[in-house]
């Protein structure tokens, strides 16, 4: 079974420029999350979608952080402009269920350095 | 709000060592308790699960439990390898979300 697959894997780019990053979960999998890490730290959910829908995304810093998951499938985290304060893993994880009892499966991340 | 504290952040052990990470929350009402390993640039593999019905889970040489009345949760390693190597991260489960324990780092020297 394949796991959950994430693009690029590292990215530099300037203050203020704009990133993109993409996250195909397990096939079936209808839960999606997207995760902050920044060293150091445990991961900090930003973004979470059932299928399609937006199911909580109280912790994502909308000025500048955009998510979509069309069709119910992949995923694409953007941020625009970028901050120094970026720099962190951005893990994309899905699970089975919604809510409870689902176990979590993660990428390998995508590290993001802000210059 | 949860809050999840993982004590040692950070540990060194010789070989064949048994060891035990530990792991408290502070809000009782969760569904579950996943405990993951992050290797450096990696991202996260899922270890054990434990959901809030259970008191232990095992899988080879790992052992997790769960005390949910006291709010915490160890995960034992019995005959520790260099290959555990790694940063080791609890996390509870509540609605709809998922909160992390900043880890324990741990080496295993041969």
């Known amino acids: 079974e394949a796991g959950v697959a994430q693009s690029p894997r590292y990215k530099i780019i300037e203050k203020r420029q704009s990133v993109a990053f993409w996250c195909n979960p397990i096939s079936g999998h209808a839960t999606l999350y997207w995760y902050q890490q920044i060293l150091g730290q445990g991961p900090k959910l930003l973004i979470q979608f059932q299928n399609n829908g937006v199911v909580d995304d109280s912790q994502l810093p909308k000025d500048r952080f955009s998510a979509e998951r069309l069709k119910g499938v992949d995923s694409t985290l953007k941020i625009q402009p970028a901050k120094l304060e970026d720099s962190a893993v951005y893990l994309c994880?899905?699970?089975?269920?919604?809510?409870?009892?689902?176990?979590?499966?993660f990428g390998e991340g995508s590290r993001l350095t802000v210059l | 709000k949860q809050e999840v504290t993982q004590i040692p952040a950070a540990l060194s052990v010789p070989e064949g060592e048994n060891l035990v990470l530990n792991c408290s929350f502070t809000d009782s009402a969760i569904y579950n308790l996943q405990w993951f390993r992050q290797d450096p640039g990696k991202g996260l593999t899922s270890l054990l699960l434990i959901q809030s019905s259970q008191r232990e889970q095992t899988s080879g040489r790992l052992n997790a439990s769960l005390d949910k009345s006291s709010g915490r949760s160890t995960l034992y390693i019995a005959a520790s390898q260099p290959g555990d190597s790694a940063t080791y991260l609890c996390?509870?489960?509540?609605?709809?979300?998922?909160?992390f324990g900043a880890g324990t780092r741990l080496t295993v020297k041969p």
């Open positions: 996390a509870v489960r509540e609605a709809n979300d998922m909160r």
């Open positions: 994880a899905s699970s089975l269920v919604l809510a409870g009892t689902g176990e979590l499966f």
